[in-house]
């Protein structure tokens, strides 16, 4: 129990007095969190053993409703900690997650597993539900299944063995980033740059042998023998699951995970992919001939010796220059119209064309780090929607990637306001070098319109209940919104509005808008291919059964690693000149995050988003009346109705599959 006094300290325990309940982050120190996690789970528990002792008949206002507002500190604390350790971590913070992730897993554990709790959800979802919203509907569902989806019904001594697992994987997927982030420190230290600008490097790099270098120090992060080697931990985690899915009823992992999403089992994620990859593999050995014959020229010319052929750190080198001969495009070009603030301006400028909202900076408010940026969300009417965080550039103290998060979900608090979003998109694009500021690149914009339409997402969610609103979602839906986004990055009409050059002021000639939409498609193979074959690796890793990786785990680990590594690449027909997007040991999105035999949810969101995107194209893509559409059936609902209705109900028919194609060039 915490004293009185340190309650009167910590900052989780009391209200936010700052502007919009943005978090203190000034008056936080590492040592506020565990208590606050303690303390949190204690007044859950109480909160919990209170509807439990309800004499009442249970019903959704005293059981439900009760559930959902209760766990405030809770989720106080993990919407700064989770947020921080990824982008201002290091050693310390990591032994605090460490710490509160073991608190916080064995605390999910006993309310999941409470059989008490479930005979009262059982009761009222078994009862008539016509009197229900359909928002409450789905919440009452998703909250009835995850009880059955998290061992409410097995015995005691399953149970147990369900919860030591729960909180093993806990603690080896926040061990298994950490690695990670390690690894990706040591190839900045050792190249000057760091992981994030990995592919700019590649692309304008001269020396092959750097290049050849760069690409074995990249694709071996996580498989070095070192301390930070991932493989063992990889292994391991993939075991617990194999194992947690056998204790629940299912052969494999991939079909516990699948069982909750829009494909529902692995075999229909399979066939889904491999017609993908086979048109992308097609595409990419075009694409490679292309290349090699401007590298037969610098062999001819002397520069590379006879025999050179393209090898995978050539792809990015080479690539370049076909798109120079083919589409007239230099990146060179194009960055100076791209600066940070041009296209920061640029997501602002599409989503008020959009949804009729307006963005404007916030000065003198709390925040984790000097480099964030922080903004009002407002509607057209002036009514608040929300705070959105933007953090763009490396730093060691952060992981690698492109993300979105939220510190604070929106819901309906227990006195009837609606209490609205605090979100961040977090990224590592290449930072300002000396007087000249950051200039993007073209995959750096449409990362940038991607993680704001995760934003959007976030920001616009109408719901009552915080486990439906906003990206709360099924993870093969939710990709559907950040991919739509990426579609306004270069439309005319937008880039006139945010692309101007950053010493001259000129607004992005249209000849040179023209050579971006040309080369929209260009290299497609290759991205596609990469993409798919880290989808279907994910699926294989997670189709193993408990036996299977019982054997790989014998014996000489990194070789057992490498040789299921090639299997299904030599599998999946992936061309020798390319690898899988992300190899096992650096594949943070399977072993520490929520993409876990999910991974192919990016294809699959993609056919959603370019078939809805087709939609705009054939009326208007600024359309006002599409555009609301679109708001209201998608980006307000959240959670609160199935993916496929809320699909149908904005199209009016089933998505083709045939839009992805079409639009990557592939068909």
């Avoid at 919009?20 to 204690?42: N, Q, S, W």
């Avoid at 498609?521 to 279907?536: D, H, P, R, V, Y």
Wanted: proline share 4%.
């Amino acid at each position: 129990m915490m004293t009185a006094c340190a309650t009167e300290k910590n900052p989780f325990l009391q209200e936010w007095d700052t502007p919009y309940g943005i978090p203190p982050f000034d008056k936080i120190a590492l040592t506020d969190y565990v208590p606050a996690v303690k303390e949190g789970i204690a007044r859950q528990e109480k909160e919990l053993q209170a509807i439990l002792d309800n004499p009442e008949a249970p019903t959704f206002k005293n059981t439900i409703d009760a559930y959902e507002l209760s766990g405030e500190i809770l989720d106080k604390v993990t919407g700064v900690l989770y947020n921080l350790q990824e982008t201002d971590g290091g050693d310390e913070m990591d032994k605090v997650a460490e710490e509160a992730t073991e608190l916080l897993t064995a605390h999910e554990n006993s309310i999941s597993m409470n059989r008490r709790f479930f005979e009262r959800v059982k009761a009222i979802y078994e009862a008539d539900q016509s009197a229900l919203t359909r928002e409450r509907q789905m919440v009452l569902k998703d909250l009835y299944k995850s009880f059955t989806r998290n061992g409410v019904d097995l015995d005691d001594a399953s149970q147990e063995r369900l919860k030591e697992i729960n909180i093993k994987l806990a603690s080896l997927q926040q061990k298994f980033g950490t690695n990670l982030l390690a690894e990706n420190n040591a190839f900045r230290d050792k190249f000057g740059i760091p992981v994030s600008s990995y592919t700019d490097e590649m692309t304008s790099c001269e020396d092959r042998n750097r290049r050849e270098e760069m690409f074995k120090a990249y694709s071996s992060r996580g498989n070095n023998g070192n301390e930070y080697d991932n493989k063992a931990l990889a292994l391991e985690i993939l075991r617990l699951r194999a194992e947690k899915a056998r204790l629940l009823g299912f052969d494999t992992f991939a079909a516990y995970e699948l069982d909750d999403q829009m494909a529902g089992d692995p075999a229909t994620v399979d066939e889904f992919l491999d017609k993908i990859q086979k048109a992308a593999n097609a595409k990419a050995l075009k694409e490679v001939a292309d290349m090699q014959k401007i590298m037969d020229e610098d062999v001819a010319s002397g520069k590379l010796p006879g025999g050179s052929r393209i090898q995978p750190w050539d792809w990015f080198y080479y690539a370049e220059k076909v798109r120079a001969r083919k589409y007239d495009l230099d990146e060179n070009q194009t960055k100076p119209y791209f600066t940070m603030e041009n296209v920061r301006k640029g997501i602002f400028t599409a989503a008020h064309k959009l949804y009729g909202i307006d963005v404007e900076p916030l000065d003198g408010v709390p925040v984790y780090n000097p480099a964030v940026g922080t903004f009002k969300v407002t509607d057209s009417d002036g009514s608040l929607l929300g705070i959105f965080m933007t953090d763009y550039f490396p730093r060691s103290s952060k992981r690698g990637g492109a993300w979105m998060n939220v510190f604070r979900d929106q819901y309906i608090g227990k006195d009837g306001n609606d209490v609205r979003p605090i979100v961040v998109n977090v990224g590592n694009m290449t930072p300002p070098v000396g007087t000249e500021p950051a200039l993007l690149t073209i995959d750096n914009v449409e990362t940038v319109f991607h993680e704001f339409g995760h934003a959007l997402h976030g920001l616009l969610t109408k719901c009552a209940y915080k486990s439906v609103s906003g990206t709360s979602v099924k993870r093969d839906f939710v990709e559907t919104f950040s991919q739509f986004n990426e579609n306004w990055a270069f439309q005319p009409e937008i880039l006139a509005e945010y692309a101007t050059h950053y010493k001259t002021g000129e607004v992005i000639p249209d000849s040179l808008v023209a050579k971006i939409g040309n080369s929209r498609k260009f290299n497609q193979g290759f991205m596609t291919a990469e993409l798919c074959a880290a989808s279907i690796l994910d699926m294989k890793w997670h189709e193993l059964t408990l036996e299977d990786i019982d054997r790989m785990s014998e014996g000489d680990q990194a070789a057992n690693v490498a040789a299921f590594e090639k299997k299904v690449c030599d599998g999946m027909g992936l061309p020798g000149e390319i690898i899988p997007r992300y190899r096992t040991t650096y594949f943070n999105h399977i072993f520490n995050s929520g993409y876990c035999a999910g991974y192919y949810s990016y294809l699959w969101s993609e056919v959603l988003d370019k078939d809805a995107f087709e939609y705009f194209e054939q009326n208007g893509v600024l359309n006002p009346a599409i555009a609301s559409k679109f708001r209201r059936t998608f980006l307000e609902r959240g959670g609160s109705e199935e993916p496929m209705v809320l699909y149908m109900m904005f199209r009016g028919a089933q998505p083709d599959p045939g839009a992805l194609l079409r639009a990557r060039g592939l068909e």
